[in-house]
C-alpha cells in the first residue's frame, strides 16, 4: 500500500494518520499501545508479542489482559510509559492528550498515530504497523481477510431495500455518528440510511425532536455487558414516541460494542451484527406491507 515503505538502508517507515513519516531503526521490538483499538491492530497485525504495555479496558485478544497498564486513553502515566523504554507507542489520534505525547516525543520516543475511519483504513493500518514491527506477512495476510468479509457484507446486501436507520452513540447528550464515521459507512454497506449522515459533525448532537422529524425505521446502540441495563433504559426511552416507525414496528435494537466501536479486524463481526439488524427491521416493514388475510390492498 502506498503509505507503506522503506526508508534509508531499508529502514521500516510507514506514515501515519497525521500524514507524517515515522521510520524505525530497526522492526520494534517495544510496543506500548495506548487505546483499547490499538492494542488489538497490534496483535492482528502481528506484533503481540512485542507489546510491553496497554492501556485500561485493553481487553482483547486475553493476553492482552497480562500486560502492564500505564493508564488509560486520556491519562497516560509517562513516567511508567518511559521507564518501559519502548522503541514504538501506538497513539489515538483524536483521543489520547495531546500534550503528554507531545512530551514524549521530546524524549525521542517515536509516536506512531492511527484512526482508522474507512474499511481500507483499518487494512491499511495493520500493513503500516506490521511494517514497523516486522511482521508484513502477517498482517497482510490479516488484512485481505478483512476486506475480503467486509466486500462480501457488501455485496449481500447491495440490492436490498433501504432502511431509515438511527445509530444512538449516546444519550446526555444525545449523539449519533455521521456518514464520514467508521459505522456511518458499515450502515450504508448494510443497506441502511443513516438519517444523520449528512451532518458536518462527525458525531453530531441532537434531541428528541430531531429523531422524530427523521423518523427512523430502526434504532440501535452498542453496549457492553457491564452497560447492558442502560442502553436497554436509552431504547425504551423511544418507547414513548409510539408514532415513530421504529417504535411502530419493534424494530430497537442492540448490538456488541466492541467489535463495532473499534477500527480493528473484529469490526468485521460488529459489522455482521448491525446488518443483521437492519435486515430484521426491513423484514419486519415488508411483513407489515402484507395485507391481512382476508382482506385486500
Known amino acids: ?83 518501559l523504554e519502548p522503541d514504538l507507542v501506538i497513539g489515538w489520534e483524536t483521543g489520547n492528550p495531546g500534550k503528554q505525547l507531545e512530551m514524549l516525543e521530546s524524549l525521542g520516543t517515536q509516536v506512531f498515530y492511527i484512526e482508522p475511519r474507512r474499511v481500507d483504513g483499518v487494512a491499511d493500518a495493520l500493513t503500516r504497523l506490521g511494517r514497523l514491527a516486522g511482521s508484513e506477512a502477517t498482517a497482510e495476510q490479516e488484512a485481505e481477510t478483512f476486506l475480503a468479509g467486509m466486500a462480501e457484507i457488501k455485496e449481500r446486501y447491495a440490492e436490498r431495500e433501504p432502511v431509515r436507520t438511527f445509530y444512538q452513540v449516546w444519550d446526555a447528550p444525545l449523539m449519533s455518528l455521521n456518514d464520514e464515521h467508521l459505522i456511518g459507512r458499515a450502515i450504508a454497506d448494510c443497506g441502511g440510511v443513516n438519517v444523520f449522515g449528512d451532518r458536518p459533525r462527525l458525531v453530531p448532537r441532537l434531541d428528541d425532536e430531531a429523531v422524530l422529524a427523521a ?61 443483521e439488524r437492519i435486515d430484521r427491521a426491513r423484514q419486519k416493514r415488508a411483513r407489515n406491507k402484507q395485507p391481512r388475510e382476508g382482506g385486500s390492498e
Open 1 to 83: 500500500m502506498s503509505s507503506v515503505f522503506a526508508g534509508a538502508r531499508d529502514q521500516p517507515c510507514a506514515v501515519d494518520d497525521l500524514e507524517r513519516k515515522v521510520c524505525l531503526e530497526a522492526p520494534a521490538e517495544r510496543i506500548v499501545a495506548l487505546s483499547p483499538g490499538a492494542t488489538e491492530l497490534a496483535f492482528a497485525a502481528g506484533a503481540g508479542d512485542k507489546v510491553v504495555a496497554v492501556v485500561e479496558h485493553s481487553d482483547y485478544p486475553a493476553r492482552a489482559q497480562e500486560l502492564p497498564s500505564v493508564g488509560n486513553y486520556d491519562r497516560i502515566d509517562l513516567e511508567a510509559l518511559v521507564g
Open 215 to 275: 423518523n427512523p425505521e430502526v434504532i440501535i446502540t452498542s453496549s457492553s455487558d457491564a452497560d447492558e441495563n442502560a442502553r436497554n433504559q436509552w431504547l425504551s426511552h423511544w418507547q414513548q414516541y409510539q408514532s415513530l416507525a421504529a417504535v411502530e414496528q419493534d424494530s430497537l435494537y442492540t448490538v456488541p460494542a466492541d467489535p463495532l466501536v473499534r477500527p480493528t479486524p473484529r469490526f468485521l463481526q460488529g459489522a455482521q451484527s448491525l446488518c
